[in-house]
């Protein structure tokens, strides 16, 4: 997780928003790399979702425990994912529906 989210940060359509120089990306993966708990994953692990490299996200908050999903991809809003998702209590949320909840 932390190398796509190291990947998605170098995206030139984020970059232009959030304007983080490499070092920043860098201090910040590894702040994360520090800090986080690290899940280890199954090799074998499948779950139903269209694109493979999802099953990185969805293996790290099955065994994480997670209570959310905070993602833009569709992919997590649309069966079979959210079905899935859904029968082992993690919600999907985008970041403006992640803010309100945690804020009630």
Avoid: W
Avoid at 12 to 38: C, G, N, Q, S, W
């Amino acid at each position: 997780m932390l190398h796509e989210l190291a990947r998605v940060l170098r995206y030139p359509r984020v970059m232009a928003i959030h304007r983080l120089p490499e070092t920043k990306i860098y201090d910040f993966v590894e702040f994360l790399r520090e800090t986080a708990e690290i899940i280890p994953l199954n090799p074998v692990f499948t779950a139903p979702i269209r694109d493979v490299n999802d099953l990185i996200v969805l293996q790290t908050a099955i065994i994480g425990e997670a209570d959310v999903v905070c993602t833009t991809d569709q992919d997590f809003f649309q069966p079979p994912a959210s079905l899935f998702l859904h029968k082992l209590g993690i919600a999907v949320m985008n970041d403006i529906a992640l803010i309100q909840h945690l804020r009630f």
